[in-house]
């Protein structure tokens, strides 16, 4: 023997000596690569670089999904799971199948910090909530973060309306040393209504007529969604007349046309209207109106000094108690009530100034001392307002 042959050996025994001290057996719960050496029947034999080849049982086997299961083939390598260092009879057993769960754990945990959504497949529920089934893995969705359906206490027979339907939902809690995996449908909603209303203000332009349905209404205004994510119409910007509450010209579910008013990107917030949409009553209210002229209104609202009343077009103004009935009205509450429909005489128009001053004492010895126009009031109309047309003026 040469020299240097002794030497190649003598390093290859050193090799061979230094991977024994590095050598790890395998352990309970680990997960290696391995690489598949033989694809039988009733298993699949692994070579997972330890002393002994691992073996995949047959049960292991069906769990798989089965179009990973014909895609499988000698010298693929794949995740596998120590499911016993040494069985009764000395053979390493593996499983692929809880392997590859090992790839959907590392993506539930990137997931919980990206706080992305995802869909889930319900299969069941317990005491506590709906069990779900994501990727490989089972999880859990509890009754308090669920809101496709309500899921209080005599309502759990409805549960099981939801087998098999799929969820949005978002990962709030990943530990998998307990195989816990914890989704909430509501968190997602939110995070799905922050990306449509994003997406939203990144397509909209101030000025945009754009379709929504009325979702909400509050004291201050009306909430519109506009396919996905809200905008609000503020009480003010409902109409040209005064509202006092949204109800008053909206309701739940209707479907309107809104005009944007407002984009505000870093608050996320889009502001609507609905009257500039509608015709500005004032633009030509000269050429439609004048005074003296007999017309009918709706009271929008009653105050200690009279009521304000709107024309069917929006154009709103004051009854002034002192122009209520003959006169000699002490508070107009006992009088009218908002929503009362009125026939009126226009006492003044001031289109310039956005006013109109109505009365119901048109020709009476404390009015104007004008002549009544033509126009005679409706058989139902108040006593009030039937006073004769050729009434003595001042």
């Known amino acids: 023997?040469?020299?240097?042959?002794?030497?190649?050996?003598?390093?290859?025994?050193?090799?061979?000596?230094?991977?024994?001290?590095?050598?790890?057996?395998?352990r309970r719960g680990e997960i290696r690569n391995a690489i598949i050496l033989q694809i039988d029947d009733r298993e699949i034999i692994v070579d997972m670089g330890t002393k002994r080849d691992g073996i995949v049982p047959h049960q292991d086997i069906e769990r798989l999904d089965p179009r990973f299961r014909d895609s499988l083939k000698v010298s693929m390598e794949v995740p596998v799971y120590v499911l016993n260092p040494r069985d009764q009879d000395d053979n390493l057993i593996v499983s692929i199948n809880m392997g590859l769960q090992q790839y959907d754990w590392e993506k539930a945990r990137e997931l919980l910090?990206?706080?992305?959504?995802?869909?889930?497949?319900?299969?069941?529920?317990?005491?506590?909530?709906?069990?779900?089934?994501?990727?490989?893995?089972?999880?859990?969705?509890?009754?308090?973060?669920?809101?496709?359906?309500?899921?209080?206490?005599?309502?759990?027979?409805?549960?099981?309306?939801?087998?098999?339907?799929?969820?949005?939902?978002?990962?709030?809690?990943?530990?998998?040393?307990?195989?816990?995996?914890?989704f909430s449908e509501r968190e997602a909603q939110k995070e799905w209504r922050a990306q449509q209303k994003a997406r939203l203000l990144a397509e909209l332009s101030e000025g945009d007529r754009v379709k929504g349905t009325v979702t909400g209404l509050r004291d201050f205004g009306a909430f519109v969604n506009l396919g996905g994510a809200d905008g609000l119409i503020h009480v003010s910007e409902l109409a040209w007349h005064r509202v006092d509450h949204p109800r008053d010209v909206l309701k739940v579910g209707e479907e309107i046309e809104v005009y944007v008013l407002?984009?505000?990107?870093?608050?996320?917030?889009?502001?609507?209207?609905?009257?500039?949409?509608?015709?500005?009553?004032?633009?030509?209210?000269?050429?439609?109106?004048?005074?003296?002229?007999?017309?009918?209104g709706t009271v929008t609202n009653v105050v200690d000094f009279g009521a304000f009343v709107a024309l069917d077009d929006g154009l709103e103004g004051l009854l002034h108690l002192s122009e209520m009935g003959d006169g000699s009205l002490k508070e107009p509450h006992s009088y009218v009530k908002k929503g009362d429909r009125l026939s009126l005489r226009i006492s003044h128009l001031e289109p310039e100034k956005r006013r109109v001053g109505f009365t119901q004492r048109w020709g009476t010895d404390a009015g104007d001392g004008s002549e009544a126009p033509p126009e005679t009031p409706p058989a139902d109309a108040p006593p009030q307002e039937a006073a004769p047309q050729d009434a003595p003026s001042e």
């Open 1 to 26: 023997m040469s020299f240097d042959e002794s030497e190649k050996e003598i390093s290859e025994f050193q090799q061979l000596l230094d991977s024994s001290f590095n050598y790890v057996p395998p």
């Open 113 to 182: 910090k990206s706080e992305e959504v995802v869909n889930v497949s319900v299969t069941g529920h317990n005491r506590g909530g709906i069990l779900v089934h994501w990727n490989r893995l089972e999880g859990f969705i509890p009754s308090s973060h669920l809101i496709s359906m309500n899921l209080s206490g005599e309502r759990r027979d409805t549960w099981d309306d939801l087998r098999d339907k799929e969820l949005v939902v978002k990962v709030i809690e990943v530990d998998q040393d307990r195989r816990r995996l914890i």
């Open 262 to 296: 407002n984009l505000d990107r870093e608050s996320n917030r889009i502001a609507l209207s609905r009257k500039r949409l509608l015709n500005d009553p004032w633009e030509d209210a000269a050429q439609r109106y004048h005074e003296g002229q007999l017309v009918e």
